[in-house]
């Protein structure tokens, strides 16, 4: 019989240990394993979207990927969040640290709105990254939400219809395509 273990704030190393699960989504939010179901197909389609959109528009200065772990925070207890797409400096090794993000984005789901638009807004800042997309597919039109680093903090713009950014890279995205 094993014993268990009494619950702590998980390390990075922990963390690394628990392997990969492809039924769930999991993040890490200082030190405290954050679980939730896959988000919902709509969900699912913005986000490949907008990454191929993002993809297609990179220099080859920038790699964009959908879904990977970002360790905001490496100290023990850890910080890694998944956001939905980041584009990051080409030549990242294996593990991305915010350090190496230039963009996150995430899509709102019912389930993780606060934590989007809430928190990880502050950790995003804190950790020192220098854009941040809101994607969100409620309402009337799809709404994105252009957040951009300004001596630590977020400065905001909003948009529907046709978006369109000049950094990291000249890109545009037809937000009503995302449904």
Known sequence: MT???RPHLLSL????ALGEDSTSHAELQEGVLIVSPKPVP?????GLRIAAALDAAATEEFDVYPEVDVVLDARTPATVRAPDVVVVRAGTSTRI??????LAVEVLSPGTRRTDLVM???EYAEAG???????DLDGDEVR???LAL????????????VFGAAVPFPVTVDLGALR
């Open 150 to 161: 300004v001596d630590g903090a977020y400065e905001s713009a909003s948009c529907t219809g």
């Open 42 to 46: 709509a969900h699912q389609r913005a």
């Open 144 to 146: 994105l939400e252009a």
């Open 97 to 102: 640290f915010a350090t190496d993000v230039v």
């Open 120 to 122: 990880k807004r502050h």
């Open 3 to 5: 014993a268990a273990t």
């Open 129 to 135: 990254i220098a854009h941040y997309w809101i994607v």
């Open 13 to 16: 190393e922990e963390w690394d």
